[in-house]
């Protein structure tokens, strides 16, 4: 079979290499002669493996010590609702920062849960020449009037993404589902990060949370006790049974990473990515991105077709190349590809061939 490079926005495509090993493993895992996904998660081999993937996380991300890393269940949306749980008891208040589909969806989320006399937001893109471009607000105010801000660094749906730093007198809690390890990112500067895995790190459903242990002592709340970030805290991620295949795949993921230089060279990798299909779709009037250059996602890249009655034969011409999941979110239509770590540089190289012979074929 020819190579098929897989640009689904997730779950998206794992590193082959991963992918291959747990293939090997599958029926005897180390010499076990069963599988990880049939041994107990209190047994020491798997207890082994999730402190392994936890210190490797650690060191990838440079997690100070003063933060938790909880593997949890659930995916984003999980999280939408675990942040609000675990924060907003006791009539706490929280600003949403709005650049798109994902943060908007987080903020609905909130609302539906504490009310929207609870919940501000706050719409940060503007239209600059008819392109998307974010404007980060100055936010000051007493630091007892938000519990956090939340905001969406990566919009998966829109392909904005926001690479400066916030700057905020409240604790800062980021969806970086989309984001996660595709650059260095300075943990510090937040108060809670929260990925869904199907990206970046491994299967949909495990979830990773990274959290500053001071937000753990804020005022008494009443999540259930599966969304409770102390219970997580204090039971190691262990309260009840992990997904324990998907968090064996992301301990891989993990090693690979490690193997392959670390986040400093994905991000390396990740801008040639992105440049090399920006340029494409800048240099060919056949093509338009929608968003200005600051905010052009590295993840993931939206282009519309000048012709859109072309749309159709776009996608069918390209999956018979072996470049698959090229259409856009149905909210917003057009072309998505993205292009997380796992994606080599051939893969966008081979985009851009099919790019440039396509829209000469058709011009
Ligand atoms: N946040 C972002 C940025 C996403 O891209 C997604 C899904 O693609 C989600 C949240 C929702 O994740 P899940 O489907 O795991 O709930």
């Not at 290499?17 to 599988?35: I, Y």
């Not at 869904?196 to 500053?212: D, E, F, W, Y």
């Not at 190691?236 to 193997?259: C, G, Q, R």
């Not at 072996?322 to 979110?329: D, E, I, R």
Request: glycine share 8%; net charge negative; charged share 20%.
């Amino acid at each position: 079979m020819s190579t098929v490079y897989n640009f689904c926005a997730g779950p998206a495509m794992l590193p082959a290499p991963v992918l291959a090993k747990a293939q090997q493993e599958l029926l005897d895992w180390q010499g076990l002669g069963v599988s990880v996904m049939e041994v107990s998660h209190r047994g020491a081999p798997f207890i082994a493996l999730a402190t392994q993937s936890e210190k490797d996380l650690r060191s990838l991300m440079n997690i100070p010590d003063n933060y938790k890393v909880l593997f949890m269940h659930g995916g984003g949306r999980g999280q939408f609702a675990a942040v609000v749980n675990n924060f907003l008891g006791d009539n706490g208040r929280a600003l949403y920062l709005l650049t798109g589909q994902w943060s908007s969806s987080a903020a609905e989320e909130a609302v539906r849960l504490v009310g929207d006399a609870a919940i501000d937001t706050l719409n940060i893109v503007e239209q600059q020449d008819g392109l998307n471009k974010v404007v980060l607000p100055q936010l000051t105010g007493a630091a007892d009037k938000y519990r956090y801000v939340h905001y969406c660094p990566n919009e998966t749906v829109d392909g904005i993404e926001i690479f400066d730093y916030l700057d905020s007198p409240w604790p800062i809690v980021a969806d970086m589902s989309s984001t996660i390890m595709s650059r260095e990112v300075d943990v510090s500067k937040f108060g809670l990060i929260y990925a869904g895995a199907q990206k970046n790190i491994g299967p949909s459903g495990l979830t990773l949370v990274i959290v500053r242990e001071d937000l753990l002592e804020l005022p008494v709340v009443h999540p259930s006790s599966i969304m409770d970030y102390r219970i997580a805290a204090a039971k190691d991620s262990m309260f009840n049974t992990p997904p324990t295949f998907a968090w064996y795949l992301a301990a891989e993921v993990f090693k690979w990473l490690k193997s392959n230089g670390g986040v400093a060279a994905m991000e390396k990798t990740n801008v040639a990515k992105a440049e090399l299909l920006y340029h494409c779709i800048d240099s060919l009037p056949f093509y338009k991105n929608g968003v200005v250059a600051a905010n052009r996602s590295r993840m993931n890249v939206t282009f519309q077709l000048a012709d859109e009655s072309l749309d159709k034969t776009f996608l069918k011409e390209a999956e018979a190349q072996g470049l698959v999941a090229l259409k856009g979110h149905r909210i917003v239509g057009g072309m998505r590809a993205s292009i997380y770590n796992a994606m080599p540089l051939e893969g966008v190289q081979k985009l851009v061939e099919f790019m440039t012979a396509f829209a000469a074929k058709h011009s």
